[in-house]
């Protein structure tokens, strides 16, 4: 097949590229600063001649969530994200042979911060309106949802679209968040923050691949959940990264130390602080077989494979 990545240069893009092109698909990227192809990220170009033609479209573009969450940090994560799924069903529409499949790319994110109850597709709870958090919260939940909203309204009836809810995804390159989590955990920084109660939801690289895989053979459509099926309390998630790197303790820290830290690493605590209590739901009834749904084993995995 033709697959053609918009923002297909960060680590979910290497992860995907890599492993598209092994099963001998042409993958085309198209990205602001390198790739295959150059755009600007909000405007037809030349660019959309690579989609007329293409059998699957995923679309990645979007500015790093790693940042601070200034309010101009935040307004160009809304701007990068909905005006890149615009364009691209833009493109689609005015394709004379459009794409079968349109796979979006989305957030976990989108989902309450609680630790009632997991989050599946069916009966999850949208974030935004949850007491005594910060108020900005909200508005990442808000960039997830004009981010769908594009995909849906876009004007494209012979092409299925697919918004990927994804996890954190849990790859050995350098620079992605197993790397950064790696970093503290062997500092011996990596212990519960603010308690730890807070779930995390991840999805190992292996299993995101494949998760893609299904989904552009698969009748699926609308809103679709790319996590493991056992997310954790950060508190476990972080034991048991410690132990794939056989780090005896974790320092703990309080709320205050979290923001000191985030702020030295020019990132935000809401990456660590907000409770993602997500599962694949859709994915387990269309028979995807996880590799690696627990963490143990997917920690243990990524740390061989980064030595």
Same mark, same amino acid.
């Given at each position: 097949?033709?697959?053609?990545?918009?923002?297909?240069?960060?680590?979910?893009?290497?992860?995907?590229?890599?492993?598209?092109?092994?099963?001998?698909?042409?993958?085309?990227?198209?990205?602001?600063?390198?790739?295959?192809?150059?755009?600007?990220?909000?405007?037809?170009?030349?660019?959309?001649?690579?989609?007329?033609?293409?059998?699957?479209?995923?679309?990645?573009?979007?500015?790093?969530?790693?940042?601070?969450?200034?309010?101009?940090?935040?307004?160009?994560?809304?701007?990068?994200?909905?005006?890149?799924?615009?364009?691209?069903?833009?493109? *689609?529409?005015?394709?004379?042979?459009?794409?079968?499949?349109?796979?979006?790319?989305?957030?976990?994110?989108?989902?309450?911060?609680?630790?009632?109850?997991?989050?599946?597709?069916?009966?999850?709870?949208?974030?935004?309106?949850?007491?005594?958090?910060?108020?900005?919260?909200?508005?990442?939940?808000?960039?997830?949802?004009?981010?769908?909203?594009?995909?849906?309204?876009?004007?494209?009836?012979?092409?299925?679209?697919?918004?990927?809810?994804?996890?954190?995804?849990?790859?050995?390159?350098?620079?992605?968040?197993?790397?950064?989590?790696?970093?503290?955990?062997?500092?011996?920084?990596?212990?519960?923050?603010?308690?730890?109660?807070?779930?995390?939801?991840?999805?190992?690289?292996?299993?995101?691949?494949?998760?893609?895989?299904?989904?552009?053979?698969?009748?699926?459509?609308?809103?679709?959940?790319?996590?493991?099926?056992?997310?954790?309390?950060?508190?476990?998630?972080?034991?048991?990264?410690?132990?794939?790197?056989?780090?005896?303790?974790?320092?703990?820290?309080?709320?205050?130390?979290?923001? *000191?830290?985030?702020?030295?690493?020019?990132?935000?605590?809401?990456?660590?602080?907000?409770?993602?209590?997500?599962?694949?739901?859709?994915?387990?009834?269309?028979?995807?077989?996880?590799?690696?749904?627990?963490?143990?084993?997917?920690?243990?995995?990524?740390?061989?494979?980064?030595?």
């Amino acid at each position: 097949m033709k697959i053609v990545i918009p923002g297909g240069t960060g680590q979910v893009g290497g992860v995907l590229t890599r492993a598209l092109r092994a099963a001998g698909h042409e993958v085309v990227i198209i990205s602001r600063t390198s790739g295959d192809i150059r755009w600007d990220g909000h405007s037809l170009g030349a660019w959309a001649g690579e989609i007329d033609g293409a059998d699957v479209v995923v679309n990645l573009a979007g500015r790093s969530v790693s940042c601070r969450y200034t309010a101009e940090n935040l307004r160009q994560m809304m701007r990068s994200r909905v005006d890149s799924a615009r364009v691209v069903g833009e493109a *689609i529409a005015k394709a004379e042979n459009p794409p079968a499949v349109w796979l979006q790319m989305s957030t976990a994110t989108i989902y309450a911060h609680r630790f009632d109850a997991p989050n599946d597709e069916a009966t999850g709870v949208m974030g935004g309106r949850e007491p005594d958090v910060p108020g900005y919260w909200a508005y990442s939940v808000e960039i997830a949802k004009r981010w769908e909203a594009e995909l849906d309204e876009a004007d494209t009836p012979g092409t299925r679209k697919v918004a990927l809810r994804a996890a954190m995804v849990m790859s050995p390159d350098r620079g992605g968040v197993f790397d950064y989590l790696s970093w503290l955990a062997r500092l011996g920084l990596g212990g519960p923050v603010a308690g730890g109660r807070q779930y995390v939801s991840w999805i190992h690289d292996d299993d995101f691949v494949r998760a893609v895989a299904l989904l552009i053979r698969e009748p699926i459509a609308g809103a679709v959940n790319l996590a493991a099926p056992q997310p954790l309390p950060q508190r476990d998630f972080m034991r048991e990264l410690r132990r794939a790197w056989k780090v005896p303790v974790g320092l703990p820290a309080t709320s205050w130390m979290a923001e *000191i830290g985030a702020f030295a690493i020019r990132s935000d605590t809401e990456l660590l602080l907000k409770s993602r209590r997500v599962v694949p739901g859709r994915l387990r009834e269309a028979g995807l077989d996880f590799h690696f749904p627990n963490w143990r084993e997917a920690a243990q995995n990524l740390a061989e494979r980064r030595r």
